[in-house]
């Protein structure tokens, strides 16, 4: 048998594959001979997962592949209703992302609980100004997404002393319905934002949204950027209808040098790196590694993602 071809849309540094050798005909594509590549692929490694090249590529003429693997969570880059409707199975990075991200959230909480960013400013000024800070224990948190990274989120918040209450897209056991929102929201200290984008959650953190948030609530995003509308948030902000944000990701990434956004008043911008510890490619490799011995053996793949759903649906103790 022939080996299987493997190829694999590449951004610097590439993955690490050497374990495959003899195993695999791997093959690296930029975005634009990926239109002209895929019909002769077996299997496809999305390395380059900020690019939108598979989703405009994948339409046309000839064989597709039959495994789909984007080295992130988030899928909403890649999937168009071509690939959706095909057989084609579709994985993703799940298990790499969830403890680091969940440790960036609970900094952003204690940064904003002990205003951090206003001792920073005001070493910067040479200025003394004793202030009060808030106490996390005790606090109400909405963690808004019920996958992986959300309950990692919840179990670290709530380690920290700090009430939460997760949000699905259903209720189920301890996870509030889409239907609780906005009544939890109304009652909360922080409200994060760690679910994928689909065509439900598009646009859902609004001007309304953000009128039914405390004055003194913060609102943390490291889910995916058009989840909020941007202009609402920074009017917020503005008028202080809550304390403060902290964005990790953006409706058009990178964030370009003029955006407004920068200068928003108690708004922390960082550059999608909520998830990327010291070794997170090496991560990534060693897990795709994993899944292409798994696929070669017939066996079968973790991390299926419901291409209808946009995500990789978790399983209830039960089901």
């Given at each position: 048998?022939?080996?299987?071809t493997?190829?694999?849309?590449?951004t610097?540094?590439?993955?690490?594959?050497?374990?495959?050798?003899?195993?695999?005909?791997?093959?690296y594509?930029?975005?634009?001979?990926?239109?002209?590549?895929?019909p002769?692929?077996d299997?496809?490694?999305?390395?380059?997962f900020?690019?939108d090249?598979?989703?405009?590529?994948?339409?046309g003429a000839?064989?597709r592949?039959?495994?789909?693997h984007?080295?992130s969570?988030?899928?909403?880059?890649?999937l168009?209703p071509?690939?959706?409707?095909?057989?084609t199975?579709?994985?993703?990075?799940?298990?790499?992302?969830?403890r680091?991200?969940?440790?960036y959230?609970?900094g952003l909480?204690?940064?904003?609980a002990k205003?951090l960013?206003?001792t920073?400013?005001?070493?910067?000024?040479?200025?003394?100004?004793?202030?009060?800070?808030?106490?996390?224990?005790?606090?109400?948190?909405?963690?808004?997404?019920?996958?992986?990274?959300?309950?990692e989120?919840?179990?670290?918040l709530?380690?920290?002393?700090?009430r939460?209450?997760l949000?699905?897209?259903r209720?189920r056991?301890?996870?509030?319905?889409a239907?609780?929102?906005?009544r939890?929201?109304?009652?909360?200290d922080?409200?994060?934002?760690?679910?994928?984008?689909?065509?439900?959650?598009r646009g859902?953190?609004?001007?309304?949204?953000?009128?039914?948030m405390?004055?003194?609530?913060?609102?943390?995003?490291?889910g995916?950027g058009?989840?909020?509308?941007?202009?609402?948030?920074a009017?917020?902000l503005?008028?202080r209808?809550?304390a403060?944000?902290?964005?990790?990701?953006?409706?058009?990434e990178?964030?370009?040098?003029q955006?407004?956004?920068?200068?928003?008043?108690?708004?922390?911008?960082?550059?999608?790196?909520?998830g990327?510890?010291?070794?997170?490619?090496?991560?990534?490799?060693?897990?795709?590694?994993?899944m292409?011995?798994?696929?070669?053996?017939?066996?079968?793949l973790?991390?299926?993602?419901?291409?209808?759903?946009?995500?990789?649906?978790?399983r209830?103790?039960?089901?």
């Open positions: 048998m022939s080996e299987p493997l190829l694999v849309l590449d610097d540094p590439s993955p690490r594959l050497g374990r495959l050798t003899g195993r695999a005909r791997i093959r594509t930029d975005e634009a001979q990926l239109a002209a590549r895929l002769s692929a299997v496809l490694l999305v390395w380059d900020t690019s090249a598979v989703r405009a590529a994948w339409p000839g064989p592949p039959a495994w789909v984007t080295a969570t988030g899928v909403d880059r890649l168009c071509e690939l959706t409707a095909s057989d199975v579709v994985t993703n990075a799940r298990g790499i992302f969830e680091p991200v969940a440790e959230v609970a909480v204690l940064a904003f205003d960013p206003g920073l400013e005001l070493q910067r000024q040479h200025r003394w100004r004793h202030r009060e800070s808030t106490r996390i224990a005790g606090s109400r948190a909405v963690v808004v997404g019920a996958g992986p990274i959300g309950r989120i919840t179990k670290l709530i380690a920290l002393g700090v939460v209450a949000v699905g897209r209720a056991r301890t996870i509030h319905g239907e609780d929102l906005d939890l929201t109304a009652l909360a922080w409200v994060i934002c760690a679910a994928p984008l689909t065509e439900s959650t859902m953190f609004d001007a309304r949204f953000f009128g039914l405390q004055p003194s609530a913060r609102f943390i995003n490291v995916r058009p989840m909020v509308v941007e202009d609402d948030l009017e917020a503005r008028r209808w809550i403060g944000a902290a964005l990790d990701v953006f409706e058009r990178p964030l370009e040098p955006s407004p956004l920068w200068d928003v008043p108690d708004l922390i911008v960082s550059p999608h790196m909520s990327d510890t010291a070794g997170w490619r090496d991560r990534l490799s060693e897990q795709f590694v994993a292409y011995e798994l696929w070669a053996a017939g066996e079968p973790p991390n299926v993602v419901d291409k209808r759903r946009g995500y990789v649906p978790v209830e103790p039960g089901e």
